[in-house]
């Protein structure tokens, strides 16, 4: 029998946890711009990680919720809609693979997966700046 018709690659694990596989490199990807992993993982998460990218562009209520449902991290959901996808001014085509040798164990070939556009993350210490402030005048506010 073929696999014609089914997409994705299944790394040897069940789906549950290809799935959280793949939510993990999502986040590590959002929250430190670039990650090196083995090439089939880099080219991988890049399909499902450009699809939200594309969605946090939006940047309605309905994408967000859809964005934090898809990652299950409320943080890097948060950084991807308000910081990362406003800097970024292309249609597609937001990640880029570059190899990145052999890994020394078991030889697998490794990859590097990054933004294409250059972001800064100066706008989101910004924000957590101020959020703890606002936290705090609240609390004092009730006692």
Do not use: W
């Amino acid at each position: 029998m073929h696999r014609h018709g089914y997409k994705g690659r299944k790394f040897g694990r069940e789906t549950d946890q290809r799935l959280a596989l793949t939510r993990g490199l999502q986040c590590s990807l959002i929250k430190y711009q670039t990650i090196t992993t083995t090439l089939a993982r880099a080219k991988e998460i890049r399909r499902t990680t450009e699809k939200l990218i594309t969605l946090a562009k939006k940047g309605d209520l309905a994408s967000r919720r859809l964005v934090i449902a898809r990652l299950n991290d409320l943080e890097a959901a948060t950084l991807l809609v308000d910081v990362i996808a406003p800097q970024i001014k292309r249609d597609s085509g937001y990640l880029r693979i570059e190899r990145a040798g052999y890994r020394r164990g078991d030889n697998a070939e490794m990859g590097t997966i990054s933004f294409v556009d250059d972001i800064d993350l100066a706008q989101a210490k910004e924000a957590e700046a101020k959020k703890p402030a606002a936290k705090d005048s609240a609390k004092k506010e009730d006692k």
